[in-house]
């Protein structure tokens, strides 16, 4: 279902403007309304964040963002293009124009957010690189890894940490390095490496594809700090806004205790912070060219963060990862989300 003012707005004279822009110079909501889609970069397949099913269907809790975008903005969360896109590819289609949100397990770094001209929305999981041995190798820290060849995907922050971390502790080693994460996994089940080192939510994904899981083992040691989340082009505020409180939306939903079971029922709280949540209680979505009820249309299609984080990477899944900080701040992590009002 589109969004009938905007699409309205598509099809009427060519003098009505949206947000300051002639319909000469379209915006990407106006594009997003025009195509019937989001355009939305994912990995090249990465189980628990993205990765298509056995029929086909992408899941994971990176397209549950790109969902939540078009659940706001067209009213169906099913209304998405997923383009498979590796590490290297990933940001040029992002500024080429190709995606208009790049949802693929991203970290968020200063290079990243100054100099490519992108924007990070949130943060879907704070994450940080670790490293899967197998058992038999008998290694139970990272600092037992001096000289061990070691599987990298290239294009990432972990090629970057990796080299510091060794550097700074007098260690060396020998990257193996390959382009796609399935290349990677492949490479070290098939003895090419000792060693792979990834974010830590992503070896968790690899290893239950290894023939044996219960062969390998990630350590305890982390070396850095990986924020990943969603990203967009600098220059179209609007279209950054919808998606950056199209994730807070499922964060404040959880906070206040609204599902993808309830929410029906809680149009009807008399709780101001939910009422705001939902649209029962000024329009939030207006200054965003969305509905009035964009909040509950994530909520009552995609589910709250707590659900998401759950079915795709959390102890409903096959990857069984803690919520540990990624917890919300009222239960003791770090997740947090600005409030609607």
């Keep these: 279902m589109l969004n009938k003012k905007y699409l309205a707005l598509m099809v009427s004279a060519g003098s009505i403007t949206l947000a300051g822009m002639s ?3 379209a915006t990407t909501l106006e594009d997003t309304i025009d195509s019937g889609e ?20 992408w899941q994971g809790i990176d397209v549950d963002v790109c969902r939540a975008v078009a659940a706001a903005v067209l009213g169906d969360s099913e209304a998405v293009n997923y383009i498979s896109l590796n590490a290297v590819e990933r940001f040029t289609a992002l500024q080429s124009g190709e995606v208009d949100v790049l949802s693929r397990n991203t970290t968020w ?5 100054t100099t490519l001209g992108l924007n990070f929305t949130g943060v879907t999981f704070y ?17 037992e890894l001096d000289g061990a060849a070691i599987c990298i995907q290239s294009g990432t922050t972990t090629e970057l940490n990796l080299a510091d971390y060794f550097s700074a502790n007098d260690m060396e080693f020998d990257p193996i390095v390959f382009d796609t994460s399935e290349q990677t996994v492949g490479g070290y089940e098939a003895g090419r490496c000792d060693v792979l080192t990834s974010d830590t939510s992503q070896l968790a994904a690899l290893r239950i594809q290894l023939d044996d899981p219960e062969g390998s083992e990630i350590l305890s040691d982390v070396i850095s700090k990986e924020p990943l989340g969603p990203v967009v082009r600098q220059g179209d505020d609007q279209w950054f806004n919808i998606v950056k409180w199209s994730l ?6 959880e906070e206040y205790g609204v599902d993808s079971e309830n929410v029906d029922e809680m149009l009807e709280s008399e709780d101001p912070n939910i009422a705001r949540l939902l649209g029962e209680d000024g329009n939030y979505g207006e200054e965003m060219g969305l509905e009035a009820d964009w909040a509950y249309q994530i909520i009552s299609q995609v589910g709250n963060y707590g659900e998401s984080f759950d079915r795709n990477v959390g102890m409903d899944s096959p990857l069984e990862i ?5 917890e919300l701040w009222t239960e003791g992590g770090i997740q947090y989300a600005p409030p609607v009002r």
């Design 248 to 253: 807070f939306a499922m964060m404040n939903a």
């Design 38 to 57: 989001v355009q939305c970069g994912v990995s090249d397949g990465l189980p628990g964040f993205s990765a298509p099913d056995d029929d086909g269907n």
């Design 127 to 143: 994450d940080g690189q670790g490293f899967m041995v197998s058992k038999d190798l008998g290694v139970s820290s990272v600092d």
């Design 109 to 113: 770094t200063t290079t990243r957010d």
């Design 322 to 326: 803690e919520r540990g900080i990624n």
């Design 23 to 25: 319909s000469a110079h």
